[in-house]
């Protein structure tokens, strides 16, 4: 039954690791990388969309994305959108693309991105343990009620430790090596 209780809160962490993962992907490198941009907000249609449904992103060089729009009525949308969102980024509409600078970082810039990536796996760790006391709360339940005996909360709680260190050992993982990427000049 532990097991059960489990298995139902793996998901839930999945989730709190993809949208870790995604929010590190945006944190800036010094390198260009279409996860920069891609979840820019653009306003068009009507309606507010993201870059990523709108246009192709690519990085065909180390310091430079290019967008090219799916529907060229939007491009000025589009430019707008990025010069917004991300300081520092030079945006360049060469008639079909945009071509996005990525300038280097220095030494500060770094720092403040590695206390945003710091920050980023403390949330992500925090989500992971709210998983964690949910499942405990239903495992103490399931023992108030009858359903889980004594032994099995306890093993249970053991094995419900064991899967949120090895979540909370791939958060430091993946921060460590983003923070290596960021230093890296």
């Not at 990085?59 to 917004?84: F, G, H, N, Y």
Request: aromatic residues 4%.
């Amino acid at each position: 039954m532990y097991k059960q209780i489990i298995d139902k809160i793996k998901p839930d962490i999945e989730k709190t690791m993809a949208h870790f993962k995604e929010e590190m992907g945006a944190l800036r490198t010094g390198r260009a990388t279409p996860a920069l941009i891609e979840t820019v907000e653009v306003e068009c249609y009507n309606g507010r969309s993201q870059l990523r449904e709108l246009a192709a992103i690519n990085a065909p060089e180390p310091r430079i994305l290019t967008v090219q729009p799916w529907d060229k009525s939007i491009m000025k949308e589009i430019e707008k959108a990025i010069s917004q969102s991300r300081g520092g980024l030079a945006v360049v509409n060469s008639g079909d693309i945009i071509r996005v600078s990525v300038p280097s970082l220095n030494e500060e810039t770094r720092k403040e991105f590695v206390r945003n990536l710091k920050q980023k796996m403390e949330e992500a760790r925090i989500a992971v343990r709210g998983a964690r006391e949910k499942a405990w709360k239903e495992l103490q339940d399931g023992e108030r009620s009858g359903v889980i005996r004594e032994d099995d909360k306890f093993r249970g709680k053991d094995e419900l430790q064991k899967v949120i260190d090895e979540y909370n050992k791939k958060i430091d993982e993946q921060g460590e090596g983003k923070e290596k990427e960021i230093m890296t000049i």
